[in-house]
């Protein structure tokens, strides 16, 4: 989110318009995404993290977009999460039952201020009856001599000077000479085989230095947590053992450089008839990771281009669209936020492909009016050092009376530089009214084998799970319902180098809303769901969760009452 100024300016007639336009903001947060399972009954709370691993992040409100399986969520407490934007936890409610077969995908803003960031947006388009082109200029950067949570020494810009891209260079000395104090933790400057180290120390006649221990991870420094005191925490060191580092700390401070995004566009589009429609985007984007460094700004420019066409094959009883969409990516071309779906690499079975990406997708729609549509689209992904793969997908929805069947389906087949798959997925529903009743059952399935080139082994991708559903509800979804439905999945993983059952789940669930006036409504909801493994040294893992919620108005709705009663499981930090 941003706060600032904006103008827009718009001339001509309705049949040729024109349209001129400037933003400049402050920037309050920086895009990032937490990636997570869940945990089998677990509703939260979930902790996010930051880019870095950070535990303690501060989330700007409003700006997030929570995923499961690739669906989008809606925040409330009726709905199906909260978030503490404070403590930067996410809370599932009880209306949303968590499993440990959900993939969980949360994009947010997060509030980074380490410079001052202005952000620029303009543009301008201009429209015609057949044709339009625009074009526009987005600019994030940093100002390198406006610091807000750090003071850099001169020293400091000169290693940021050197390191260029690389935040691992991005380090400096954290050590500095300081005055004795008993309220403070102090260091020593001695030699242990020849290296200088620092050794906690209370002499006031020594020369004392203020220290501070950065943690950098397993067996990737040479101190370690020696206890942690009143005052503060005291570290000490531990020699190398056969050249390996045996500490998680040390004494640097990290530096964060600041850096710089513009990305300018042109798109265009031509249409010359209701049959006929063609259009197309280009983009240029320059992104500097180290505005103090030049090494290594080679890599700083990319650019990524879009081509769409449509055109109408047949308008009778049926009508027929064939369509193509070519995608052009550049590798060193970056973007604000993601260009594609949130599960885009696991569409595809990609682990951090490498080179340029190119994706060209065609096909048709096929769609009877008052009945329903079908498309069938092939699309082929290709990374110039790394994968090429090939994905046809079928999707479908029709409703013939009372009967309503829905299908959505693909089959993927990838090579990449380390492995082979095919990756199967199909989810299907079919539905019957009569009367204020309904009966349906639903079938999904995924079936993903990657075999490694190396070993003909499979990988830690390969999965299957089949889930078969029923229900019955009877009511107006829209007022008074009640639904009872019944789902059962098995779950196949890897065990042994083999793909092989693992689980079953039962879930058992009613949906209703009891009563709904101008004035009171009640509602009940009720989830249960019984995990039973194959290994008989695990025991099930059974979960519920429910609500019921009762609402109230009188005078005229100046007093509101509500009334609920809920169910859940979840963990809760210690306090």
Known sequence: KVQG?????????????????????LVRGQYAKS????????????????????????????????????????????????IDYNAGEIIFTSLFPITSEMRINVEYQYSDRNYTRFVTYAGATHEEEKWSIGGYLYSENDVKNQP?????????????????????????????????????????????????????????????????????GANQGNYTLANSAAVGRIYQYVAPLNGIPQGNYEPIV?????????????????????????????????????????????????????????QRLLSKK???DAFANYQFVQKEFKTIERLFTIEFDRDWNLVNPLGNQSLLIAGANFNLPGKGSAKYQLEKLDFSESFSGSRHVVDGLFRFKNVMIQNSGSILKSDSDYSESTFIRNQSQARYHFNKNWVGGSFRLEDNEERLKETNQFSALSQRFHEFGAFVGRGDSTKVFVELGYLQRSND????????????????????????????????????????????????????????????????QLIQVTTAYETTSGTIPQQ
Do not use: C, H
């Not at 904006?6 to 933003?23: D, L, R």
């Not at 280009?282 to 449509?310: E, M, P, Q, T």
């Open 35 to 82: 990636t997570f399972v869940g945990q089998e009954g677990n509703q939260g709370p979930y902790k996010l993290q930051g880019p870095n691993g950070e535990l303690y992040i501060l989330v700007i409100s409003g700006s997030e977009r929570v995923f499961v399986n690739g669906i989008l969520l809606t925040r409330g407490e009726n709905k199906d999460y909260t």
């Open 254 to 310: 990290r530096l964060v450089a600041p850096t710089k995004i513009q990305i300018a566009t042109v798109m265009g589009k031509y249409k010359p008839s209701e049959k006929t429609l063609v259009d197309f985007e280009i983009g240029i984007s320059n992104n500097d990771l180290n505005l103090f460094s030049s090494v290594a700004d080679s890599d700083n420019s990319g650019v990524a281009g879009r081509i769409y066409a449509k």
């Open 148 to 216: 807000l949570q750090q003071n850099l020494s001169a020293e400091q810009v000169a290693i940021l000077k050197e390191a260029g891209d690389d935040s691992a260079l991005m380090t400096a000395p954290s050590a500095y000479v300081d005055s004795y104090s008993e309220n403070k933790i102090l260091y020593r400057k001695t030699q242990i085989s020849g290296i200088e180290i620092y050794e906690f120390s209370t002499d006031q006649e020594e020369e004392l230095y203020n220290v501070r221990f950065t943690l950098v």
């Open 318 to 320: 049926w009508e027929i």
């Open 5 to 25: 100024l904006a103008a827009n300016f718009n001339f001509g007639t309705p049949e040729k318009k024109t349209n001129i336009f400037a933003s400049a903001a």
């Open 493 to 556: 993983s890897l065990v042994n180098g083999l793909i092989q059952k693992v689980n079953t789940s039962n879930s058992y669930y009613l949906k209703s809303r009891l009563l709904k006036t101008d004035k009171s409504d009640l509602s009940l909801f009720v989830n249960y769901r019984n995990l039973k493994f194959e290994d008989s040294n695990r025991k099930n893992e059974p979960s519920l969760n429910s609500r019921l919620l009762y609402n109230d108005r009188y005078f005229d």
